[in-house]
């Protein structure tokens, strides 16, 4: 089996190596039909379907994947995405488009070596960038026929639908949708909530829905922060008597901060991770630009604290980029703070500093914002 041949080169060998090849060989299926179990089938390839063992054997057959390809290659589980900058370094290099083309022929190459047919119907091309060439790109189907792959402006990533604008405004109505659900399914449910049953259910059923991955889709646009904001809003008045209180006064009443702050909390807590090393982080720097995801501060005085960070100005849709929203606060915090020696402690002193932000309890909703669903 071509997965046995792999295990050595990560270091599985002797009664380990023989103990996952007893486990994948001899293995037989059968598939009952109208009631009737037919004769069993020896299985020539795979692993036992729910076995324990099934995800990280496939992990190690198609992690070398990226070694045969040019381009950056990002890669969960059965999902695999390929993508290329949009600069050539020299002018002697072939363009970028080409390379990606040339990657996508390796890739189906590598498939079919090892067994694994790909579905070019199911595969779709994402362009970024206002000055992207556009570029079609092309597999082979079964028949040795070019199939071109699907364009798309916006697809789902790991619970997170990015659009080609880079908005995702799409992301956040959807999430925004789901969270009115859950709300109408608890307004139903419940005749009456106390503050203390109503926070149970709203921090565990609704506002994950609002914060999952904010850090990476955290909004830009007003709207989308109000859209994100008034389920909350509405969310407080299912409170018993509270629904006749102002949104700031139903907040501090619950100790329920805006999700602004949240979103604000979320940032100062990612990059403490990155700037401690809590979190693994690609140490080179970006082929393009030359500078690194997040790097020190080239001035340091008197002033702030010592994991200062060199603020990064990016053009168009990039404004809003993680580094680039969150830099700024972090180098306002103070020395105690971002010394902390772990997650927790920094979370706690972090809550401290942070107790009169404004941003805590206070929204202000745009005048011209209307949700597009009927509030409670």
């Known amino acids: 089996m071509r997965l046995l041949t792999k295990l050595p080169a990560y270091g599985i060998t002797g009664n380990l190596k023989q103990w996952i090849q007893n486990f994948l060989t001899g293995c037989k299926q059968s598939v009952k039909i109208n009631g009737e179990i037919p004769d069993s089938v020896n299985v020539t390839s795979g692993v036992p379907q729910g076995s324990v063992m099934g995800p990280l054997l496939f992990i190690l057959f198609v992690n070398d994947l990226p070694d045969n390809l040019h381009n950056p290659t990002l890669m969960y589980a059965d999902d695999t995405k390929m993508f290329s900058l949009k600069k050539q370094r020299l002018i002697m290099d072939p363009p970028n488009t080409t390379t990606l083309q040339q990657d996508l022929t390796r890739f189906q190459s590598w498939a079919n070596n090892m067994g694994m047919k790909l579905n070019p119907t199911k595969c779709k091309t994402m362009h970024l960038g ?25 697809e789902k990533d790991l619970g997170v639908i990015v659009d080609s604008g880079l908005t995702f405004s799409k992301h956040i109505q959807t999430q925004v949708n789901k969270a009115n659900s859950v709300l109408r399914a608890i307004k139903h449910t419940f005749k009456a909530l106390d503050p203390t049953a109503f926070l ?7 506002r994950p829905n609002l914060e999952y991955a904010s850090v990476i889709w955290s909004p830009k646009l007003k709207r989308d922060k109000d859209a994100l904001e008034y389920v909350q809003r ?3 008045r299912l409170v018993t008597g509270l629904s006749g209180k102002s949104y700031e006064e139903r907040l501090l009443t619950l100790e329920l901060p805006t999700l602004e702050f949240r979103r604000q909390r979320a940032d100062m807590i990612q990059m403490f991770k990155l700037v401690h090393g809590l979190e693994e982080l690609n140490p080179a720097p970006c082929s393009e630009c030359g500078r690194m995801i997040i790097q020190p501060a080239l001035n340091i005085n008197n002033r702030g604290h010592d994991f200062k960070l060199q603020i990064q100005h990016e053009p168009g849709p990039r404004d809003n980029f993680f580094t680039r929203r969150a830099t700024k606060s972090w180098n306002r915090l103070t020395q ?5 020696n772990c997650v927790n402690i920094f979370k706690n002193r972090l809550t401290k500093e942070w107790k009169n932000k404004p ?8 005048y011209q914002y209307r949700p597009k669903t009927a509030h409670t």
């Open 234 to 236: 509405r969310a407080t």
């Open 336 to 340: 105690d703070t971002v010394s902390a």
């Open 359 to 366: 941003e805590r309890y206070h929204y202000r909703f745009s």
């Open 130 to 154: 206002r000055s992207n060439p556009l570029q079609e790109y092309t597999m082979l189907l079964d028949d040795n026929t070019q199939h071109h792959i699907m364009t798309t402006t916006e």
């Open 200 to 206: 149970s259910l709203y921090k565990s059923l609704v």
